[in-house]
C-alpha cells in the first residue's frame, strides 16, 4: 500500500509540473489558470469536480473513437451522459 501511495502522489506531482509548465506556454493571465489533479475514475472526478467549482460547462477532448461510443471516446461520451452541466467535445 505504501508503494501504492508513492506512486500515486509521484503521478499527481509530475501531471502537476506538466500542465503548469503548458499553462504557462498559453497567453492567457496566469491568475486566470486553475490546475486541477485527481485521481480515480474519469467521469465521476470530472463531473464531480464541475460541480464543485459550479461549472457552467464542461470541455473534453475525444481521441480513439469506436462505433460502440457513438464516434466519442469512451470517457467523453461518459461524461457527456453523466455530467450536470454541458459538454463541449473536442476532435
Given amino acids: 500500500i505504501s508503494d501504492a501511495r508513492k506512486m500515486d502522489d509521484y503521478m499527481i506531482n509530475n501531471s502537476k509540473e506538466k500542465l503548469s509548465a503548458l499553462a504557462q506556454r498559453t497567453a492567457f493571465p496566469q491568475d486566470r489558470i486553475h490546475l486541477h489533479v485527481r485521481s480515480g475514475n474519469v467521469r465521476d472526478e470530472v463531473t464531480l469536480l464541475a460541480d464543485e467549482l459550479a461549472a457552467e460547462v464542461i470541455?473534453?477532448?475525444?481521441?480513439?473513437?469506436?462505433?460502440?461510443?457513438?464516434?466519442?471516446?469512451?470517457?467523453?461520451a461518459n461524461i457527456v451522459r453523466y455530467a450536470h452541466v454541458p459538454v463541449l467535445v473536442v476532435r
Fill in 59 to 76: 470541455i473534453i477532448g475525444s481521441r480513439n473513437p469506436n462505433i460502440q461510443t457513438h464516434l466519442l471516446g469512451s470517457d467523453a
